[in-house]
């Protein structure tokens, strides 16, 4: 049942919760790849790990969806918690025992595809706690915590790989996830059973094709808007995943610190981008979403041009991490219009399959987009100013052709 008060009981468990645990998931997201990039010094590896990590969360998320709406969502995140904590323990205690390469890449497939059926949950849950009134500013919140967890994840993490590796890293991202999924069982998320088929196959077929064409054809804007995001993801989202643990690593030679101040300030942005959201609430426009995109891709100028000119190291990594900022910020509020709109227009039974099914199209270009600008990093060591403006021109032109879609959205 729908709850008039934004910061009730229920929500605000939640909040906590995710708090706590996508602090650990970003502690860990950080450090993981971080090792495989000091341990190959190679940005080709690094690229083709991260993008064949994304694939099962593509696949799942359709699933996740299908589980978000039939299943008890609060025992979905609470077994997921627990899970995930498990797995943070299995790494620590198989670390300089296995090879370490199969070991971090298979850690990283696993921890994707839980977070592919962990993210419908969560944010199918929203519409369940809360009245279409207060979407807009709940899931404002549910972003920004996910970006304060990112903020404080890399920026802890950066310091402790700096002095003491992997190790406590693990030891705390599986005690987040542990104090998450205990919360987790205090929270009450209306549950309404719907039919279970006996076949699971038949189960998922069937879900997946309704989410399908509740989007082709009742809401084919839906689908329209998701083409953008995933082509948008593939040239300049993948462009950042890949290109800033590369460009502060390798390209100026700094530490892992000094990532972990990156990758705080690309989530920072995230948090302000959130706290945006609230301010301007009732001037955000759907119809007016592609400016946001234009927004994003020009953020990626000064630092084509940074690193053209070749100026200090010092210079190119504070222009770095005050442009990831602000291509977070607006990139923060261009997803949280997305997923508003989404929401206010998809059925209370579907919304789980459906937000699945958006994250799925609008993610599957990503791991194509994470090896392309893995090998293009290697190739362009020497001028990677040409990657950054490959990626720029590429999002320029999407943001273009955007307009004619966003425009012509009625609500």
């Known amino acids: 049942m ?185 929270i009450k998320i209306p549950y309404y059973k719907l039919p279970f088929e006996k076949n699971i196959l038949i189960l998922v077929k069937k879900d997946f094709s309704e989410s399908i064409q509740f989007i082709k054809k009742e809401k084919p804007i839906i689908l329209k808007t998701m083409y953008i995001v995933a082509t948008f993801n593939l040239f300049l989202t993948s ?42 609430r009732n001037r955000i426009k759907i119809q007016k979403a592609y400016i946001l995109l234009f927004g994003a891709s020009l953020t990626m100028v000064p630092i084509g041009f940074t690193f053209f000119i070749n100026l200090s190291d010092i210079w190119s990594y504070t222009v770095l991490i005050v442009c990831v900022f602000l291509f977070m910020m607006i990139s923060t509020i261009f997803s949280i219009q997305m997923l508003t709109f989404i929401q206010g227009e998809t059925p209370q039974h579907l919304i789980g399959k459906v937000i699945s099914c958006v994250l799925m199209l609008s993610l599957c270009a990503q791991p194509i987009g994470n090896a392309l600008y893995g090998i293009l990093f290697d190739v362009f060591e020497n001028t990677v100013w040409i990657v950054i403006f490959i990626a720029l021109l590429s999002a320029l032109i999407i943001s273009f052709i955007s307009k004619n879609v966003f425009t012509k959205i009625k609500i």
């Open 2 to 186: 729908e709850q008039k008060n934004l910061w009730n009981k229920n929500f605000t468990i939640l909040v906590i919760g995710q708090l706590i645990s996508l602090f650990g998931n970003a502690i860990l997201r950080f450090a993981l790849p971080l090792y495989l990039l000091d341990i190959t010094e190679s940005a080709t590896i690094f690229g083709l790990v991260l993008a064949f990590s994304v694939i099962p969360m593509i696949i799942l998320s359709p699933i996740g969806g299908i589980i978000a709406d039939r299943a008890n969502k609060r025992n979905v995140m609470v077994i997921l918690d627990f899970g995930t904590s498990l797995l943070a323990f299995i790494i620590f205690i198989l670390l300089g025992r296995v090879e370490a390469i199969p070991l971090i890449f298979s850690a990283m497939i696993i921890l994707f595809a839980i977070q592919g059926a962990y993210q419908p949950t969560v944010q199918s849950s929203v519409p369940a706690l809360q009245k279409i009134d207060n979407l807009l500013p709940a899931n404002a919140i549910v972003n920004q915590v996910n970006s304060l967890s990112g903020l404080l994840g890399p920026v802890t993490g950066g310091i402790l790989y700096a002095y003491w590796g992997l190790t406590p890293i693990l030891i705390i991202s599986g005690i987040s996830f542990f104090i998450s999924a205990i919360l987790g069982l205090f």
């Open 239 to 280: 462009m950042i995943l890949i290109g800033t643990p590369v460009l502060v690593t390798q390209t100026l030679g700094l530490s892992s610190q000094f990532l972990g101040y990156a990758q705080g300030a690309l989530m920072a942005g995230g948090v302000f981008g959130g706290i945006m959201v609230g301010i301007l």
